[in-house]
């Protein structure tokens, strides 16, 4: 049973690794916001109102909470952050780091350096939400990754009647990812089955982890120790041990 990955909602998408425009994006709105809240909370307390040292104060009291959030999405930060202790141990360092980086531009600055206590209250809030949000987009991921199991031990799908449209096949642990243009559709199997059972259909193995269609090759560039397939407008590495099964 092959399943066609729809695109995800935004609040779905925040719960993956943001890259490109999306985290530049999502980095100036936080940073904003935080400058934002520090600007009101000073404006109601002391009647200052300067921007300045509102942002620099977002950028290292908030911003390090979003690098923490962004840590946790990926592979490193799943894996290590996935006892409860690792998540503490991060979400301490991330306080501490912040409440260093203020510490050192409230120097640069000549403001009046601020004491432990405040600084530790004043990250019980982010720490919190840090936590709410870590843990939401790990149950988003996770049940997803369920959802898509379950879809692709529905049923068997056969491989060769729809190989002329497949661009290439990635191997995702006991799964396989086949592109077709800008759709991805995912099938449990191995990809050494998937590589067996197109056989006849000129697919070439250039890697542990790709599967090609010969046809759909566009162009092979690099040289020996970096040689790279170009296909369907991406480029994936050719391994060692399969170049010549290319050259063939």
Not at 11 to 16: E, F, I, R, V
């Amino acid at each position: 049973m092959l399943r066609l990955r729809q695109q995800r909602p935004l609040t779905t998408t925040l719960a993956y690794p943001l890259h490109g425009q999306a985290l530049v994006a999502t980095i100036l709105i936080v940073w904003a916001a935080g400058a934002a809240y520090c600007h009101g909370y000073e404006r109601l307390l002391t009647g200052a109102h300067e921007w300045p040292g509102s942002f620099l104060w977002s950028a290292v009291a908030v911003l390090p909470w979003l690098a923490l959030f962004e840590w946790s999405k990926t592979p490193a930060g799943e894996r290590l952050g996935s006892r409860p202790w690792q998540l503490l141990l991060a979400l301490l360092a991330t306080a501490a780091a912040s409440i260093l980086l203020q510490a050192a531009a409230d120097a640069i600055a000549g403001n009046a350096s601020r004491s432990v206590a405040l600084n530790l209250l004043r990250r019980l809030p982010p720490l919190g939400a840090g936590v709410v949000l870590i843990l939401w987009a790990r149950s988003v991921r996770s049940a997803r990754a369920m959802a898509a199991r379950n879809e692709a031990d529905a049923g068997p799908a056969n491989l060769v009647q729809i190989a002329g449209s497949i661009d290439w096949i990635a191997a995702a642990d006991n799964y396989i990812e086949l592109q077709i243009g800008h759709r991805t559709l995912i099938r449990r199997m191995t990809l050494s089955a998937a590589e067996r059972e197109l056989a006849s259909c000129d697919f070439v193995r250039i890697h542990r982890r790709y599967l090609v269609n010969r046809r759909r090759i566009e162009a092979v560039a690099g040289t020996n120790g970096d040689r790279r397939v170009r296909i369907a407008g991406s480029e994936l590495p050719i391994g060692r041990r399969y170049a010549s099964r290319l050259d063939a």
